[in-house]
């Protein structure tokens, strides 16, 4: 068969450690054992020895990946638009990706981890490894990759950069500055995965619609318009959240089409838990076990799913009120009490003291709520990993949400005053932002060069050296770099959480107090430029590569993004009204009796314009039913032709 070729290159490494001494027997050691048989299930093997460890480069030529492919029963998109399960001898009948290549980068992760995790000992009889003078037994039917790694003799399996392509995407995305916005959102769907390529996709489409309210804003804060300043904010304040309305809305129809590019099949109307990686049913394996036990009794069959349906409603709602009375019996008088006390302090000194102690509680109580809600979701019945990350996302937030906007929202109740309102607006996006990018892009790098600063010196304690110890192989030093992880730990979230957090709490400040500081769009897009550069540079140079995801949509954060919305359509009226009602009166006059209704008219526009602007672009749409009636054709032709051959043999045997 004529199998098109595809440059092979190194993916993943594997680290051991480095061998003191050379083995007596060769054809024992635990890691000769482990480089023959990634050999012989079609791996490209290549040794490294590091200056601490010795690393396993692996590639995979397409003929083992596409084998790997087929056994793991991983659906592809057709030709014909059908999506169908992969065979290798029908290659050609698959379509391929934007780069030409037949497998995406996490079919291709996925099938790797197939691979290497999947070597077992099939052996009559146990096998005796050694390693530096121990033995250990590798039993039958016991996986090689996962025993070494619980004796510590493989201490890591990581995915490796692409030197070619990261290379092509610093000089095209993280050091192009030219135009502030654009990205090959298709380079980095094929080198980083879709969830990421969501991201930076997102990103940047909120930055390029930041210029309409930035502009606005700006404006404002440039022309004094006097006594019509009571009518220009209101103004301001509608075209803002008509803004955010439909950002909203064409986000989900730029995500429709991005996923119809890259050949993902994903209806609107579909759960995303169904499909992970190709494969339907991948991780609600519980009820379908339990229906098979049934037989074909189709009303136990119609109880079972019931009762798996409102026992997962109960076990989600239980645990959301357990984090919201949480937050609400204890996390809010703790914020409060700063807030309030910050506010009684005259010395700058003591409120400086406060600030630190705060920030460092407040970290630690976010830590132990991530952690909790993650026990809590243990217990949920959440399909996949995905849909439990977003279970976590909603509860993490909740924390978030607390902390990043009580203060703010203390100071405009006691204060009801734009001039205070906005100095703790200014001091919350400036010096909060700028510090929080210049910790997330220097925490890697004091990480990298503190791992191997330590075994720089631990080299020198053993060699009683004083020159300087080079780590020349660059397979070494991905593995000193941190892994991209999120800061409420790395069971259900990678990065991608803190970055997209950062950006839901700032579409927050400037969302719901508009009113008091339009200025802050324009710091928001500043912002945002230097992000979309900064988090590249992250990924491609500080990070290892991270770990793909299946996710087609950045999940839980649009409801997020959604319910933000809403809460600015009722604190910017909330604002309005202390404008206008600065004696404190509260009669209901012309101005607050037009704010009320304008804020019933908004949140009807709100939840009635999803209803004039479909998710899904037409041409997706049309795409969508050429190919399903296509493939329906093709599935009737096939038909005939069986019951026609049908006929025609029973014909025969007739006569």
């Not at 079972?304 to 645990?319: D, I, K, S, V």
């Not at 790395?490 to 950062?502: N, Q």
Request: charged share 25%; with cysteine.
């Amino acid at each position: 068969m004529d199998v098109p070729e595809e440059q092979t290159t190194f993916e993943i490494g594997v680290v051991v450690p480095k061998r003191s001494v050379k083995a007596e027997d060769e054809a024992f050691d635990c890691v000769e054992v482990l480089v023959n048989e990634f050999k012989k299930v079609g791996l490209i093997v290549e040794r490294v020895l590091g200056v601490a460890d010795e690393f396993i480069k692996l590639a995979a030529p397409l003929e083992t990946l596409g084998r790997a492919a087929a056994w793991l029963k991983i659906r592809k998109p057709t030709r014909i638009g059908m999506e169908l399960q992969f065979e290798w001898e029908e290659l050609k009948a698959f379509e391929r990706q934007p780069d030409g290549s037949l497998f995406s980068w996490c079919e291709r992760f996925h099938c790797y981890h197939h691979l290497i995790y999947g070597i077992e000992n099939k052996s009559q009889s146990a096998v005796t490894l050694k390693c530096d003078g121990k033995e250990l037994q590798w039993e039958v039917g016991e996986y090689l990759l996962q025993k070494l790694e619980s004796k510590g003799i493989v201490k890591q399996v990581y995915p490796l950069h692409d030197e070619k392509k990261r290379k092509k995407l610093l000089r095209c995305w993280a050091l192009h500055w030219w135009d502030f916005t654009n990205q090959p959102v298709d380079e980095i769907y094929s080198y980083f995965g879709t969830k990421i390529a969501v991201y930076f996709a997102f990103l940047g489409m909120y930055t390029r619609w930041l210029l309409f309210p930035a502009a606005f804003g700006l404006t404002l804060q440039i022309i004094d318009f006097g006594s019509s300043q009571l009518l220009v904010l209101p103004i301001f304040f509608v075209s803002v959240v008509l803004w955010a309305i439909m950002f909203s809305q064409f986000w989900k129809r730029k995500n429709s089409a991005l996923l119809a590019r890259w050949k993902i099949s994903y209806s609107m109307e579909a759960d995303l838990g169904y499909k992970l990686l190709g494969m339907e049913w991948s991780s609600l394996q519980s009820p379908v076990e339990l229906i098979r036990k049934w037989g074909t009794d189709k009303k136990k069959e119609k109880e079972m799913f019931q009762r798996h349906e409102w026992l997962g409603w109960f076990m989600r709602f239980r645990n959301d009120a357990l984090v919201i009375l949480s937050i609400i019996c204890l996390q809010l008088p703790f914020e409060l009490a700063y807030a309030h006390t910050y506010e009684i302090m005259e010395s700058d000194v003591m409120k400086f003291g406060l600030t630190a102690i705060y920030l460092f509680a407040i970290q630690y109580l976010t830590q132990v709520g991530g952690k909790v809600s993650v026990k809590l979701i243990k217990y949920e019945n959440n399909e996949n990993k995905e849909k439990r990350a977003d279970s976590l996302v909603y509860k993490v937030f909740g924390l978030y949400f607390m902390q990043t906007y009580i203060g703010v929202f203390y100071h405009a109740l006691l204060h009801r005053s734009f001039s205070t309102l906005r100095q703790v607006l200014i001091q919350r996006l400036l010096v909060s932002e700028v510090l929080q990018n210049l910790w997330e892009n220097s925490l890697p790098y004091l990480k990298y060069s503190y791992r191997k600063y330590r075994i720089r010196s631990k080299k020198k304690r053993e060699k009683e050296s004083t020159g300087k110890i080079q780590f020349s192989s660059r397979v070494e030093k991905e593995y000193l770099k941190p892994s991209y992880s999120a800061t409420i730990g790395e069971e259900l979230e990678d990065g991608l959480f803190d970055d997209i957090l950062e950006l839901a709490l700032q579409f927050g400040m400037i969302m719901m107090f508009a009113s008091a500081f339009p200025l802050a769009f324009a710091f928001a897009i500043l912002n945002n430029i230097t992000e979309i550069r900064t988090d590249a540079l992250k990924l491609l140079t500080m990070f290892k590569r991270p770990v793909p995801r299946a996710a087609a949509t950045i999940g839980a954060w649009v409801n997020i993004f959604q319910f933000l919305t809403v809460m600015s359509i009722c604190t910017n009226c909330a604002l309005l009204a202390w404008l206008y009602d600065q004696e404190g009166k509260w009669k209901i006059e012309p101005g607050l009796a037009a704010i009320l209704v304008m804020e019933h008219a908004l949140l009807m526009i709100k939840f009635g314009f999803s209803r004039f602007v479909p998710e899904e672009p037409a041409w997706v749409r049309a795409n969508r039913v050429k190919n399903a009636t296509e493939a329906q054709n093709i599935c009737s032709k096939q038909l005939l032709m069986s019951i026609s051959r049908k006929k025609e043999s029973d014909g025969i045997k007739e006569e």
